[in-house]
């Protein structure tokens, strides 16, 4: 019913830069809260940023100044600037969304959505 498209990963230097976007399609009657995620090899998946309806942020602290998280609801889009990257930040990262859609019968309802994850890899 509801599909996550993510992209703008790619390989970048140490203190280089990159725009993560995901965006979400489908018959989409409001996003609630949108989330990024991201797993490295061996590790397991951890929560970096998020961002309520109303606007509210959270970082995780290992990202916190350097990473921001912002979202286009006109687009049902969700985005995060990465700046100052750090090997350590290397990893498949997910976007993640709580939505209120209309299902085959016409119903609403709520679920939380994943994208299928974009690579990011931080090396010289």
Do not use: H
């Not at 590790?43 to 959270?58: C, H």
């Amino acid at each position: 019913q509801v599909q996550l498209v993510e992209s703008g990963g790619g390989l970048v230097q140490p203190g280089g830069s990159l725009r993560l976007s995901c965006a979400a399609s489908g018959r989409i009657f409001t996003i609630y809260d949108m989330e990024w995620y991201r797993q490295a090899p061996g590790k397991q998946r951890e929560l970096v940023a998020s961002i309520s309806s109303g606007g509210g942020t959270n970082y995780a602290d290992s990202v916190k100044g350097r990473f921001t998280i912002s979202r286009d609801n006109a687009k049902n889009t969700v985005y995060l600037q990465m700046n100052n990257l750090k090997p350590e930040d290397t990893a498949v990262y997910y976007c993640n969304a709580l939505i209120k859609y209309t299902d085959d019968v016409t119903r609403r309802r709520t679920s939380m959505f994943w994208g299928q994850g974009t690579q990011v890899t931080v090396s010289s």
